[in-house]
């Protein structure tokens, strides 16, 4: 929300604060003396970026001087004595995170004035975001890989500012870590740390590290038993050395590693390196003013403490690496209460200054028996009123959401356990106790949405909730009223923001408008705010840029947003009209693959060789394709038509990805017709239809490989090697050989 309050009268040509023929302009940023740590950030960066916007000289220090033609105050009238001074009683009320950004006359030492600005906020973040929107007001746009800045202006320019802005949406998770080598569970801390200064510029407060039980960040024991697994990506290894395409991106390695880890092979070694990693990354996101969440799932654990919980089951994902309670571990088991405290002590010693903890919901079908108990239990002193679990139950089979009929059912049912099992467990307040004190805060994640009217009567007292509704934004818009039933004026609740979908996986994605639509949404029902879901980054800077105006005011739309972006990077509205057409033609193509074939690109064993089935295109198949083709002619048309340098990169990457999208598809194509022809008995045929489908694999990746700007990037390559084109290969090669035998 943006408040005009008032504005001033500058003498400008008087003053001297613009001049075209002049020699470069003095500038001063004056911070308090004492001024926070964040605040001395905010400081640098509004000296670094006039050092780039401006022909000015400019100074950073902590008294006014006579000597400057433009100074710069950077605080609020608590923490800088000029903004003190220079205010009075005019500054705004503000919240934690609203920011000021002002033009004024200030007083000199000799009694006159001098041009001057107010950068400010109601905390230090605060101020260190209003900095960031002064470089955005001024032409700056932030991408999560880096700045895009205008041409070098002749002149100084920071006349008729006048914004208070306070947030519409408060809290702006960004998820990282999480799983897959195509995510950021690849990246090292120097990339991580890079990525979140380029996400602090666009307002972001939150980091979520998303962990997995198997991971190298944490140790323990219990019962006499140490965990020993330390893994990454489920427990896979990608070769990337020998006859592959795109391996030039490796730097002639023999495995895809994250370079924290590379050639760590023993568990001490990997969980000491992955602690570190974390460290770091928990460091720098309070650096930059972001709090830090744990994001756990508390009832799983390696498989080695099968040996300290008697009776326990195989936890069946992607693959078994865990094991959970089985049927005679009830939420009330004290055993299972103890290891689960273990586990969650270990993360909060391990990283003592993390804020928050998010666990999610324990998914054990043994836990369905105790489900009417559990429901009685919760309602033991009539808080649910006369809402009966029976009624719930009807309502998960028949809902809309891909957690509907059986699956619902199970879904709902579920929950009603794992959340007495909280409840009991949380009733020991120094289990969240820091060990230099304080508390960590608690977040219960993806409660079923069947309990959403009653959310606040059946969580831990305090904790906040981070709520899951359906796998893909379209799929939730689809099902909005469910976000109307949560009563957020009574819990501190967020939604999950899937801005690229892992089901959907290796093809790009957009789904702005959905995402608009759920904002508009959370505002209208007072959430508090949302937590990204994605893996790679690819084509989601206009997604970010998006959230990233629109969690500050409510105006902002998917196309003012875009055309904000783009205009300013490219310097032409028709590229920009261009961009907004290839946008949208990608947003269509990824509702088309959610809706009728979701986990279509998931990147996992079996990714390619799925498709080799003996059936006709599906007929939607054909209008993936013509949107994927009509995306990939306006990047090209885009970035052909005589770009700015600042945008010929970005431009470039965008075309060539979506080439790589294409001969993806075309891939796929061709190695359905090969299975179709194999079961004719026509063996010509499916070898030049393997032999197709090998080229444009190739193709695909080598594509891939001209434009590899992060790990995630490289991840993708690794993925595709290993779980697309080496089997693809193996079958071409059998059937050249059965062809040759016969």
């Known amino acids: 929300m943006i408040r005009q309050l008032f504005s001033f009268s500058l003498a400008l040509a008087a003053s001297g604060w613009v001049s075209a023929a002049s020699a470069a302009i003095q500038v001063e940023v004056v911070r308090g003396g004492d001024a926070p740590a964040l605040e001395r950030l905010a400081a640098d960066e509004l000296a670094s970026q006039f050092r780039r916007l401006f022909d000015a000289q400019v100074t950073v220090g902590t008294q006014p001087t006579d000597k400057a033609q433009l100074r710069v105050l950077v605080g609020n009238p608590q923490t800088n004595p000029a903004v003190r001074v220079a205010v009075g009683d005019g500054w705004p009320q503000l919240s934690d995170q609203g920011l000021v950004i002002r033009s004024l006359d200030l007083p000199t030492a000799a009694g006159g004035k001098l041009p001057g600005l107010v950068v400010g906020g109601g905390s230090p973040v605060a101020t260190l975001w209003a900095v960031y929107e002064l470089g955005h007001q001024r032409g700056i746009r932030y991408l999560s890989r880096g700045d895009i800045f205008p041409d070098v202006a002749a002149e100084v320019d920071l006349t008729g500012l006048d914004m208070v802005i306070e947030p519409t949406l408060r809290t702006r998770t960004w998820r990282t870590i999480n799983d897959f080598c195509i995510g950021p569970e690849s990246w090292g801390q120097q990339d991580l740390k890079a990525l979140l200064r380029q996400l602090a510029k666009m307002k972001f407060n939150d980091v979520m590290l998303s962990l997995w039980p198997w991971q190298p960040f944490v140790h323990y024991e219990f019962g006499g038993v140490q965990k020993r697994t330390a893994t990454s990506w489920f427990g896979d290894r990608f070769r990337v050395d020998g006859d592959i395409p795109g391996k030039t991106v490796f730097g002639g390695a023999a495995f895809f590693e994250n370079p924290d880890l590379a050639g760590k092979t023993d568990y001490q070694s990997l969980t000491a390196a992955g602690i570190q990693l974390l460290r770091g990354v928990i460091d720098e996101a309070h650096r930059l003013g972001m709090t830090v969440c744990l994001s756990l799932q508390p009832a799983q654990f390696t498989k080695e403490f099968a040996a300290a919980l008697p009776g326990s089951k195989a936890v069946h994902q992607l693959k078994t690496l865990t094991i959970g309670p089985g049927p005679q571990q009830g939420p009330s088991d004290p055993l299972l209460h103890k290891l689960v405290a273990t586990k969650l002590r270990a993360y909060i010693e391990t990283y003592p200054t993390v804020d ?256 080799y089935q003996s059936q006709p295109d599906p007929g939607w198949w054909k209008e993936v394709v013509d949107h994927y083709t009509e995306a990939m002619i306006e990047f090209y048309r885009s970035s052909s038509a005589d770009p700015h340098a600042r945008s010929r990169k970005l431009l470039f990457y965008y075309s060539k990805r979506s080439e790589y999208v294409l001969e993806y598809l075309n891939a796929v194509q061709a190695l359905r017709a090969a299975a179709v022809a194999r079961k004719a008995g026509d063996t010509e045929v499916t070898i030049e239809k393997l032999e197709t489908a090998v080229e444009q694999l190739y193709n695909s990746i080598d594509t891939l490989s001209d434009v590899v700007r992060d790990q995630s990037d490289r991840g993708l390559i690794a993925t595709l090697a290993n779980f697309a084109f080496r089997p693809l290969m193996a079958e071409y090669e059998k059937v050249l050989d059965e062809s040759e035998s016969e």
């Open 356 to 611: 928050s903890i998010s666990l999610g919901m324990p998914e054990f079908p043994e836990w369905d028996e105790h489900a009417e108990a559990a429901w009685d239990e919760l309602n033991a002193d009539g808080r649910l009123g006369d809402m009966k679990l029976s009624d719930l139950v009807k309502q998960a089979s028949a809902r809309n959401i891909i957690a509907s009929g059986d699956r619902g059912v199970r879904a709902l049912r579920g929950n009603i356990a794992p959340l007495v099992f909280f409840r009991k467990l949380f009733a020991d307040q120094d289990l969240l106790k820091r060990p230099a004190g304080g508390h960590v805060k608690l977040i219960i994640r993806s409660i079923d949405p069947a309990l959403f009217p009653v959310i606040d009567k059946v969580i831990p007292p305090g904790a906040a909730t981070l709520n899951f509704i359906d796998y893909t934004a379209r799929r939730i818009v689809d099902n909005r009223q469910l976000i109307a039933t949560l009563p957020a004026d009574k819990v501190d609740s967020r939604l999950i923001f899937t801005l690229a979908d892992d089901n959907v996986g290796v093809l790009s994605q957009s789904c702005i408008s959905s995402l608009h639509e759920l904002v508009t949404d959370l505002r209208k029902h007072g959430w508090s705010g949302f937590s990204t879901r994605y893996w790679m980054l690819t084509e989601l800077d206009p997604t970010l840029h998006y959230l990233s105006r629109a969690a500050f005011d409510a105006d902002v739309t998917p196309r003012s947003s875009h055309d904000d972006l783009f205009v300013a990077v490219t310097g032409k509205t028709s590229s920009s009209d261009r961009l907004w057409l290839a946008f949208e033609h990608i947003e269509q193509a990824t509702n088309l693959v959610d809706q009728h074939a979701l986990g279509f690109g998931f990147p996992v064993r079996g990714m390619m060789m799925k498709h």
